[in-house]
């Protein structure tokens, strides 16, 4: 029994980590209707911003909550400039074009930041430093907890309510609706579309670049093609909370970390890559709006 | 009609350059190739295993230095050419076969990983051309034809060298296995250590697998913390094994970890700090050996890499000197008198032990085991076969 719940404390821990890149994920498909694989690169790039700014800082020496929140916001705001340029350069020139060429520029831009990620940080893993190390560890009897995961899945469900704040209760976030919406039509409104596209990118870059830093701290091993698999990983969970939506996508990644941990306890522990996407298939078979979302009618 | 015919000059004028430059180089290789002996090398300098192969270049470049510093090989110089496989099967079978009909080497050294030698190994094989791996210690690799040696020992031997530790030195009766199942290298190393410390009256109280590439491992040490081991047997490599041993402080192991060779690279130490230390693992050598020809090459290798050479390198190195060695004794250069050189080693004086190459063309010589502390490798046992 305590075995059980060790493994749905560790499979929630897991499904967390997922949950802050699908965020970004699911917020920029849910505005763009664009599904950007280079997601999981940006996560990338911010766990090595986060890297080499802690060490030029010397965090990992004196680890405190004022260096991890210092090293989060240089990440963030690196993998907003990120986001910008890659929006900028790569999607919006393609913005009238069929969806399918936006689709394979995304892989494009994937491929083309884990090639660079390697020439330039090198290919071999490096090292993040622990720039927050909480003092003890924490349990309830035999049930033991990593406070940093703790911690991540409490910064998860904050930064969820505060997107879904930024979409439906400001400006913005009315603006991104719109756009998203109609593009046209948001822009013979007054919007200014480019701007409001270029924001969603923005912030759903830096959401990674948060990710990146925190899953670095986690598990202290990064590398350039880190990204790739928990980015499929968080586009399954995306999908299966039903892609464009919020809380569907904590939910569904809570949910792809919950049962990747009952499978490798219980069958095969191959079989947690996987899982995941078998679950995708499930779900574009039987459900392919996910558990949370609107079928949108298709404009024609 | 005036701008395609154009175009169509330029097109002929560019083919004719072309074919020129292609002439010319070939007569310029020509010459050359008389006195050059040309040596291929595959190794995964770039990828997640980026240090073994940069390690084992180092190792085998040093040697090369070394042997045309002395005159070369009959003569001859030997000249390097390096490939790159990204730490990728296929890369390395599509590099092995350039460098044997493109660049015509004479031999092939590498690769450091087992599944990688093992797409290299038909290739050189049907091209007859000697392959000496420095480091896979895979069992398969070199049955799969004899062109294929190796100068370390395998699998086998090594688990049974940590299943002899844990059960003589450390005294152990229960032990968890956690193998990496994408990995020849480590199956085959979990399965001996299995075997032989049953043989010695052990219990293997708990067998879990993951897949490399894995960050997370909480849920398989969960179920081997239920078991109550006394040591962990991790034979993965370094990248998988610093997350792991990190994990298994979180998770209430307190034991003490025991590994292969793939653990030999300081980001192990690095990456899992305080959580790998008192772990032990085998190794091909240690830089601690006081024999005059360790010392040498642990100063040479700094003078020329600003950087103390781990076991890989040491490997590299000696397979260079070992193919050296034989294409020295053989009468001529022919990749089957080169071949049966090879196959004839006997107590060559390597950095990583005294070589002798068996009939089944692997390498018989003593492992070391070595414990971490303080982020440093140290020297603990010799363990002999």
Known sequence: MIEFLQHTVNGISVGSTYALIALGYTMVFGILQLINFAHGEVFMLGAFIGMYSAKHFGFGDQPSIGALLLTLLIAMVGCAIMGFLIERLAYRPLRKSPRINVLITAVGVSLFLQFAGQLGFGSDPKFFPQVFQPAGDWSIGELRFNPLQVIVFAISLVLMLVLQTIIFKTRLGRAMRAVSFNHDLASLMGIPTNSIISSTFMLGSSLAGAAGVLVGLIYPKIEPLMGTMPGLKAFVAAVLGGIGNVTGAVVGAITLGLAESYVVAYYAPTFRDALAFVILILILLFKPTGLFGIRRSEKV | ?385
């Open chain 2, 1 to 385: 009609m005036s701008m395609s015919s154009k175009k169509l000059s330029f097109l002929f004028l560019a083919l004719t350059l072309a074919s020129v430059g292609c002439t010319q180089k070939q007569a310029a290789d020509a010459p050359a190739a008389s006195d050059v002996i040309k040596v291929g090398e595959v190794g995964s300098m770039t990828g997640t295993e980026g240090t073994f192969g940069v390690s084992t270049h180092n190792g085998i470049e040093l040697a090369i230095k070394q042997i045309n510093a002395k005159g070369g090989v009959k003569g001859k110089k030997l000249e390097l050419i390096s490939m790159d496989d990204q730490g990728k099967p296929e890369e390395a079978a599509t590099a092995v076969t350039k460098l044997i009909t493109q660049n015509k080497v004479a031999a092939i050294l590498g690769e450091v990983a087992s599944s990688r030698s093992m797409a290299m190994a038909p290739i050189a094989q049907q091209y007859q051309i000697p392959m000496i791996s420095p480091s896979s210690t895979n069992p398969k690799v070199t049955e799969l034809g004899d062109y294929i040696f190796r100068v370390c020992f395998i699998d086998p031997f090594q688990g049974t060298v940590m299943a002899k530790f844990a059960a003589e030195n450390l005294k152990l009766k229960k032990v968890a296995i956690l193998r990496d199942v994408k990995n020849d290298y480590s199956v085959g190393l979990a399965d001996y250590f299995a075997k032989k410390f049953k043989e010695m009256g052990g219990t293997i109280v708990a067998d879990q697998a993951y897949s490399s590439g894995d960050t997370d491992f909480k849920t398989q040490l969960t179920n081997i913390k239920g078991k109550g081991p006394e040591a962990l047997m991790v034979p993965g490599y370094y990248t998988e094994v610093g997350l792991i041993a990190r994990q298994a402080r979180e998770a209430g192991i307190t034991v003490p970890l025991l590994g292969g060779d793939g653990w030999d690279s300081p980001k192990l130490a690095e990456i899992g700090g305080k959580s790998v230390e008192g772990s032990y693992f085998s190794n091909h050598y240690s830089q601690e050996d006081q024999s005059a020809v360790v010392q040498t090459f642990v100063t040479e290798y700094k003078k020329a890499y600003n950087a103390v050479p781990d076991g890989l390198a040491a490997m590299g190195y000696d397979a260079a000197l070992v193919l050296a060695d034989a294409m020295n004794r053989a009468p001529d250069l022919n990749s089957a008198s080169v071949r049966t050189a090879i196959a004839q080693t006997v107590n060559f004086p390597g950095v990583t032990g005294t070589i002798t190459i068996n009939s089944e063309r692997n390498a018989v010589k003593p492992a070391v085991v070595l414990v971490v502390e303080n982020g440093q490798y140290k020297y603990r046992t010799t363990i002999t076969p």
